[in-house]
């Protein structure tokens, strides 16, 4: 059995119709985006990779949503755009009209760049982590993580190699780039840590 060191749980509502996204061993994957409103009244807006045989008849946006998976990353290679490319994979999504939203990840994995710790304009700490996160195929997940407070400077404690378990939430971010002149908009994706904890709390599943 696969050790659920990435384990993701969404509920939200679809925010896009699904398009091919690229086959693989003959079979065919679809991206939506699905959004995921926060406490604070903003939305987290992620994308999901899902094969076409667990893809809900008639998805369409405006559809609510639940889905288990994993958070993973690709070595964008092509020169163009982001070089680390993350999505939520999914391994059973569902209509659950109704249900309460939710966005929960839980990762544990090493740490495999120095930490960096920062303040915010307003002065709030902040720490950012990439984490190696290991898949059953012997394949690694590379993947942003912030910690904010006092996690942050526990956090910054770190070195490289390190172990590193948490529990959060998967966020969105928009931001802005100046590519050969030209100011662009992007959107980074990343781990909200709320908790950290021990390898020993995740269990094999």
Not at 91 to 109: F, M, T, W
Not at 119 to 144: F, H, K, M, Q, W
Request: charged share 20%; aromatic share 6%.
């Amino acid at each position: 059995m696969e050790d659920c060191y990435n384990h993701v749980e969404l509920c939200g509502g679809v925010l896009t119709a699904p398009e091919p996204s690229h086959t693989n061993h003959g079979e065919s994957f679809y991206r939506f985006l699905l959004s995921v409103p926060r406490l604070s009244g903003l939305n987290d807006e992620l994308p999901v990779l899902v094969r076409e045989s667990l893809l809900p008849a008639d998805l369409s946006p405006g559809d609510t949503v639940t889905l288990l998976g994993q958070l993973r990353s690709f070595n964008n290679r092509s020169g163009i755009g982001q070089r680390l490319v993350l999505s939520v994979f999914a391994r059973s999504l569902v209509k659950s009209p109704g249900a309460e939203i939710k966005n929960h990840i839980r990762l544990c994995g090493a740490v495999c760049k120095p930490p960096v710790l920062r303040s915010t304009p307003l002065g709030r700490e902040i720490c950012d982590l990439l984490l190696a996160v290991n898949r059953r195929c012997g394949r690694s997940d590379y993947l942003p993580v912030i910690c904010w407070g006092l996690l942050a400077r526990q956090a910054a404690e770190l070195t490289t190699g390190d172990s590193f378990c948490a529990e959060g939430r998967v966020q969105s971010r928009v931001y802005l780039k100046v590519v050969d002149g030209e100011t662009q908009q992007r959107t980074a994706y990343e781990v909200s840590v709320m908790h950290m904890a021990n390898r020993e709390d995740f269990p094999p599943e």
